[in-house]
């Protein structure tokens, strides 16, 4: 079967967690777990097992092969019952696994699929996730399903309720397209997979009927599922009222951890496994770039891809199972290095001291620095994915700026919603920079059009973007593209402005770590006597940098994960001298 989530390896002992469970509040309908199976022995294995374990939460439904399951989809789609998870046998005749599992993500997109096979069906498994994304496939026979089926579904369920609530659970957002202010809400929602309707309040009588009753005190306005009404709400206002933890448990901890990107939660997850008192703080929303991306299809132990939205919202809370102190939004301002500890000062006022520190702050993307980039921020010009406007997209023109394997995800994300995507890409091939894998996948895109060796020469639009004015080459005409919305990932800035000068720090701002700081700032003193900094170390004692914000680092999540759980090592030398 495919994998999980990588967990540390320090857990220790833990009792079997309850399944994940459906909202507590009264539903039309329990959501319903599907098998299928035209084997009557299997069949009623599987269906018994499931309902051992779920059928107090699920409707656990079964169908005697594929033709009856498709049709047991089709009225439940029609009654609008919610369907999370179908377990589906491959080896039916007429109607086979695959073909079942296709009809069913049409039918409900949102769904979880598992498929049933045997040995020599791996190959037919690992086609059906390269062909439909299939989430799991099982080797039968699951005993004991303890180990083998019961895992697999209760990540399946999780998945699947992060994505799916009843309207009860939804946060409203009230606000026009090309709002700067309503882009920000929007993105700070999806990017915290927080269930949104959102009304263009150009184009939704209803958006207008509920700003009407809410009172016109400006937009956006932010109607949260439990009635709290927000108008025109700060990130950090909306955070609070949705109950997130802006503010640390307490003033000191063992180790701070500046930033939740892949290689802060990390070490946040080795650290805290391994006994420290840990503390994570982050600018905005868990995740970093990586968060952004809508499918990291090269993460081990992922053979079906995971988007960067996910990757994160695991991660947090395999953190917070370690009881990590998981504070967000809560932007660092200030590192003082001035008393016995290292001290992290939040934009707040408040202060957190640790014995050790560990910068893990990101990157930002380069602005595109080109007449009309800045008056259309937010209004058609976008930095990093912004998954969020993929409804607003649908038909519409595109362009993508940038050559890395982040630009090439949003693209083949776009393409799926958007009429056609435009990539430009300085470099002379797109694949200078780009995983192969996505290369690939953006030439059998039909409507997504590659243009290497080619610049932005402005952005035309007064109220919103409209066109986008292109060069190719040195000496060329500029080109007016018509486009509604243009993604930037163009070059990295290190967040690194806010560090104190006994940091060091490289040309362009990335922080200098362990050998790379070349004897230049000297030994290490310690209570134990003199030492050269460690590998991740920078040159303040006790503060270390992993990531992307790390002069040196590869630039990818894999090599995050393993920066950030390694300097974990070297933190726990630090404290014990």
């Not at 901890?253 to 496994?273: K, N, Q, R």
């Not at 001035?338 to 934009?347: C, F, H, I, N, S």
């Not at 190719?472 to 990932?489: D, I, W």
Request: proline share 6%; hydrophobic share 40%; net charge negative.
């Amino acid at each position: 079967m495919t994998g999980n989530a990588p967990n540390g390896q320090h857990q220790g002992a833990q009792h079997e967690p309850p399944p994940p469970q459906a909202p507590q509040r009264p539903a039309p309908q329990r959501p319903v777990i599907l098998a299928v199976d035209d084997d009557p022995a299997v069949l009623s294995a599987v269906r018994g097992d499931l309902r051992s374990r779920y059928g107090r939460h699920y409707r656990v439904l079964t169908a005697a092969g594929g033709a009856e399951a498709i049709e047991t989809l089709k009225r439940l789609k029609l009654r609008g019952d919610p369907v999370a998870v179908v377990v589906s046998d491959q080896r039916m005749p007429e109607v086979n696994g695959t073909e079942v599992l296709t009809a069913a993500l049409a039918l409900y997109p949102e769904l979880r699929t598992v498929l049933l096979t045997a040995y020599a069906d791996t190959d037919v498994a690992i086609g059906a996730i390269n062909e439909l994304h299939l989430d799991y496939y099982i080797l039968k026979p699951w005993d004991p399903p303890e180990e083998r089926l019961f895992p697999v579904i209760d990540d399946l369920l999780g998945d699947w309720h992060a994505h799916h609530q009843p309207s009860y659970a939804v946060t409203r957002v009230i606000g026009s397209r090309w709002s700067a202010p309503t882009h920000e809400i929007r993105d700070f929602l999806q990017r915290n997979q927080i269930p949104m309707q959102w009304f263009d309040v150009d184009a939704s009588e209803e958006g207008r009927a509920l700003l009407e009753a809410a009172g016109d005190d400006g937009l956006p306005l932010v109607i949260t599922a439990d009635g709290t009404t927000l108008h025109m709400p700060d990130v950090g206002t909306l955070a609070a009222a949705l109950g997130h933890k802006t503010h640390a448990d307490a003033e000191a901890f063992d180790l701070v951890i500046v930033g939740a990107g892949p290689g802060g939660l990390a070490a946040a997850v080795y650290g805290a496994s391994e006994g420290l008192r840990t503390v994570c703080v982050e600018q905005l929303v868990p995740g970093g770039q990586a968060g952004q991306s809508s499918r990291i299809e090269n993460y081990l132990g992922f053979p079906t891809g995971i988007s960067g939205s996910d990757l994160a919202r695991r991660a947090v809370t395999q953190a917070r199972r370690f009881h990590v102190d998981v504070v967000a939004p809560a932007a660092a301002v200030g590192l003082d290095l001035t008393g016995p500890y290292p001290r992290v000062e939040l934009a707040d006022g408040s202060a957190i001291s640790a014995g050790a520190v560990i910068l893990a702050c990101g990157v930002a993307y380069h602005s595109l620095n080109v007449p009309g980039s800045a008056d259309l921020e937010g209004r058609g010009v976008f930095y990093g994915a912004s998954m969020s406007e993929r409804d607003t997209v649908g038909g519409e023109d595109i362009v993508v700026v940038g050559g890395a394997n982040s630009a090439g995800q949003a693209a083949v994300y776009f393409s799926d919603y958007a009429r056609s995507v435009t990539i430009l890409c300085r470099a002379g091939e797109l694949g200078a920079k780009m995983s192969a894998y996505l290369v690939d996948q953006i030439a059998a895109r039909p409507n997504i059009t590659v243009r290497c060796g080619a610049a932005i020469e402005s952005l035309d639009g007064a109220e919103r973007l409209e066109g986008v004015r292109i060069r190719g080459g040195a000496g060329g005409v500029p080109e007016l593209v018509a486009a509604s919305a243009l993604f930037v990932f163009i070059g990295a800035s290190p967040r690194t402005d806010w560090l104190p000068p006994q940091i060091v720090r490289d040309s362009r701002g990335f922080i200098l770590t362990g050998p790379a700081l070349d004897g230049s700032t000297g030994r290490h003193r310690t209570a134990d006597g003199e030492r050269d900094p460690f590998l991740y170390e920078t040159s303040a004692p006790g503060v270390f940098a992993v990531g992307d914000v790390r002069a040196g680092s590869l630039k990818r999540v894999a090599s995050a994960v393993g920066e950030g759980s390694v300097a974990v090592q070297f933190v726990h030398q630090v404290l014990r001298s």
